[in-house]
């Protein structure tokens, strides 16, 4: 089993910066990638970024060039930096986690991009 805990979320305005943390505990060790999902009101939830235990990196077409995703395997944290966000970012941001053979999810945390 792995439980993953997000932090970070809340109010911003355009343009300016968030930075999410997921920290993962239990099977850990396990964990091969972990990503960033997000769902917007109304929409399907949708790939942000992800990151595999090799260091590579996919990001969603409308995030690449402001959004960063890092990992520290040590310390079982994954990272997403926000920066130039739109209001059309605002959406509930989940953590991921692929340990086979299961796939884990934290509960989200939100995120308003707002003036």
């Known amino acids: 089993q792995v439980q993953l805990v997000e932090s970070g979320g809340g109010l911003v305005q355009p343009g300016g910066s968030l930075r999410l943390s997921c920290a993962a505990s239990?099977?850990?060790?396990?964990?091969?990638?972990m990503g960033w999902y997000r769902q917007a009101p109304g929409k399907e939830r949708e790939l942000v970024a992800s990151?595999?235990?090799?260091?590579?990196?996919d990001y969603a077409d409308s995030v690449k060039g402001r959004f960063t995703i890092s990992r520290d395997y040590a310390r079982n944290t994954v990272w997403l930096q926000m920066n130039s966000l739109k209001p059309e970012d605002t959406a509930v941001y989940f953590c991921?986690?692929?340990?086979?053979?299961?796939?884990?999810w934290g509960r989200g945390t939100q995120v308003t991009v707002s003036s």
């Open positions: 239990g099977s850990a060790f396990s964990i091969h990638a």
């Open positions: 991921n986690a692929f340990a086979a053979p299961r796939l884990y």
């Open positions: 990151i595999t235990s090799g260091g590579n990196r």
